[in-house]
């Protein structure tokens, strides 16, 4: 079976638009767990514009599940990686004015800083890196220690009609080439259901990690319920 980690940032993101403490991601996470899904994922950004330090302290606190975190590779965020012992670490590019990760890491630049901040992970933590599906990055994985690669589905999901198919066939060459060199496969970035159908029989894909629009779609699978509910509230006497 394929593996499904839900990536609830945007939980966060509902509560730091109020700069209250609800929605609380761990109370989403342990709903999460009653689903098929087999883990989650939080990514702490620079800015700490959704996720929180104090969510990944909570949830190790409170939850037993896989997790998948989700950082920049700073010397910073591996030191609280190695605190809060998520299983896997996802290094992921960040930019200052991105309203969401923009593209996978470039290590033609970046390869020696990666190798760095790698070399202080505790070893107990699997370390994978978020790349486009390009060979040519696959190749200088081959020169860093890492467990895995998650392959960035987002400009798949951002292709007009015409290049889908290019797009495609990049994510199948990439992941079954990364399955040839020995990693762990995972995908991720603008999936939901629809699009998913073309990248979901790609068998080297092992695991998704989907955000966003399970956190949407979840408004619409809710809001009826949620409504009426507090609709009663008012009308009972
Ligand atoms: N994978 C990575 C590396 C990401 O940065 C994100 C967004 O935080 C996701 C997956 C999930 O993307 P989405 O929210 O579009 O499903």
Redesign the pocket.
């Known amino acids: 079976m394929k593996k499904l980690n839900v ?1 609830v ?2 939980v966060a993101t509902l509560r730091q638009a109020r700069l209250i403490d609800y929605p609380d991601p761990i109370d989403v996470i342990k709903l999460v767990q009653k689903s098929k899904a087999n883990g989650i ?1 939080m ?1 702490l950004r620079e800015d700490r514009r959704h996720i929180q330090d104090s969510d990944l302290l909570n949830f190790r606190k409170k939850i037993k599940f896989h997790f998948n975190l ?1 950082i920049a590779p700073t010397i910073e965020m591996i030191k609280i990686a190695n605190k809060i012992r998520p299983d896997v670490i ?1 290094l ?1 590019p960040e930019k200052r004015m991105e309203l ?2 923009e593209g996978g890491l470039d290590l033609l630049k970046n390869k020696s800083k990666i190798n760095k901040v790698l070399s202080i992970l505790n070893p107990k933590i699997k370390s994978m890196l ?1 790349i486009d599906p390009d060979i040519k990055i696959l190749d200088i994985c081959k020169e860093l220690k890492i467990y895995g690669v ?1 392959i ?1 589905t ?1 400009s798949y ?1 951002e292709a007009k009609k015409i290049h889908i198919k290019k797009e495609v066939q990049k994510i199948k060459e990439a992941s079954k080439y990364a399955k040839e060199l020995g990693y762990f496969v995972a995908a ?5 259901k629809y699009n998913i159908s073309k990248i979901k029989n790609i068998n080297e894909i092992e695991e998704y ?6 956190i949407s779609d979840s408004i619409f699978n809710g809001i009826i319920k949620a409504t009426n509910k507090i609709y009663d509230i008012i009308n009972k006497r």
């Open positions: 990536n940032d945007h994922v990514h989700e996802t992921v969401t990760t978020f998650e960035n987002g999901c991720g970035h603008g999936l939901n990690n989907i955000g966003h629009s399970i």
